[in-house]
């Protein structure tokens, strides 16, 4: 998502460690887990060694459980996390309530892994870092074809051409046409998101106080945080419009 995501985050898969054991097995399952619980290590890392400014802030993410039952698959998370060597805790529904601002979680999981981000400046941060690693980088260059040729890469866009070993093609959710076998691999999934403007310290200090971002367990979730402004920014899954025919049921 580059730019437009959340800024928050959050550490391993959707994916319990122990699923991953069984999936991949004692040894490879143990380095999967190990890998994907390492990620948000990687990442502040990766800002402090170039630098990067993007608002970083390491103060934990807060998963709210939305009913009982929820909050029990929580608790089994946290066990496995733990068991893993990670720092996390269940919050009870009177500390969920301090630590969100909300009354409505019926508890919550704080995972000190996490944090939140600038995620628009983590991106330039890195295309900075990248070009002074010696990387070029090019914008407003629409590929308008991708050809292999012998052993090589021809990428056409239009007024010049790049010829390569290996082409990378991380469009995501806006691959077209020009790698249709790609397209077809791949389903946007539309979030959204609003922000007010900068609240006041006193509304600030009542809201996700501790600076975590905050998302919850409903399959359609709903997240938010508070950026380094004081503006409280809210997301959640789904377009910004839907188009809704209504039928004669009879």
Same mark, same amino acid.
Request: charged share 15%; net charge positive.
């Given at each position: 998502a580059s730019g437009r995501n959340g800024g928050q985050v959050i550490a391993g898969l959707k994916f319990d460690p122990e699923e991953l054991v069984s999936i991949f097995g004692n040894g490879l399952g143990s380095r999967v887990v190990e890998t994907v619980g390492a990620t948000a290590d990687v990442l502040f890392e990766t800002i402090a060694r170039y630098d990067i400014a993007c608002h970083a802030a390491r103060n934990g993410w807060l998963q709210g459980a939305h009913c009982e039952r929820a909050l029990s698959r929580q608790r089994e998370r946290a066990r496995q996390w733990k068991n893993f060597g990670a720092d996390t805790r269940i919050l009870e529904a009177s500390d969920a309530a301090s630590a969100t601002g909300s009354n409505f979680y019926a508890g919550a999981w704080l995972d000190t892994r996490g944090g939140t981000i600038q995620p628009l400046m983590y991106a330039r941060g890195l295309a900075k870092a990248a !070009?002074? $690693? =010696?990387?070029?980088?090019? +914008? =407003? !260059?629409? +590929? +308008? !074809? $991708? &050809? &292999?040729i012998g052993p090589s890469w021809h990428v056409d866009c239009g007024r010049g051409s790049v010829i390569a070993d290996n082409v990378v093609v991380a469009t995501n959710a806006y691959t077209g046409n020009i790698t249709s076998v790609l397209r077809r691999t791949v389903v946007p999934v539309t979030s959204i998101q609003i922000a007010t403007d900068p609240r006041p310290a006193d509304i600030r200090e009542t809201i996700l106080p501790g600076g975590q971002a905050l998302s919850e367990t409903r399959h359609v979730l709903r997240y938010s945080r508070l950026d380094a402004d004081g503006r409280f920014v809210i997301g959640s899954q789904g377009p910004t419009h839907v188009d809704v025919t209504l039928k004669d049921a009879t």
């Open positions: !070009s002074h $690693l =010696g990387a070029k980088i090019f +914008v =407003g !260059s629409q +590929v +308008v !074809s $991708l &050809r &292999r």
